[in-house]
């Protein structure tokens, strides 16, 4: 691979900017969608996105899902959490809702955060931060998980709860209560501290 070509498409972990709003408005790579019934993920090295595994569980994505760019679950992010040990050394996972249907993955988009799903794996922290589509008609208008359906919120933790469990194998995955916007932004700020101080080092 040249360099020229290489340097065409940004990583989209470390290439792509957080958005100038940032914590209240981020901008989002989206790697899956409630179509997709194949766990896909960024490749770290590459910037790619790849197929991960099918998944197991039934039920279905409740929204887009992806990451935040340049933010990494580090110690900041870990010290967030009751119970965690540290983070998942992962970019901060985001559910994007949206009123129209996105049925393609591989997009950049910017998100509103109204909360998050706090989501301890094997002892690591594991946010998963909610927010709603920017300029979205529907949900366009909210501003923190209060005023956003409950059963949606509950979608969200129930997904996350089991998408992992395997049948006579005892689940890793503690999902607590949902959070607000407030300590939304705060995961998102300890989530760019980390990525700030570990930069690329940790993150392939």
Known sequence: ????????????????????????????????????????????ETGYLSLDRPLRASSQLPALYGFIPRTYCGDRVGGLMEGSTEGDGDPLDICVFSERAVTRAEIILNARVIGGVPMLDDGEADDKIIAVLEKDGAWGDITDISEFPKILVERVQHYFLTYKQIPGKANTVHIGEAYGRTHAETVIKASMADYTELGKTVCV
């Open 1 to 44: 691979m040249s360099d020229a070509f290489a340097q065409s498409r940004p990583h989209p972990w470390h290439g792509l900017d957080i958005g100038p709003d940032a914590p209240q408005t981020v901008r989002a790579y989206i790697e899956m969608t409630p179509f997709d019934l194949v766990k896909y993920e960024i490749d770290k």
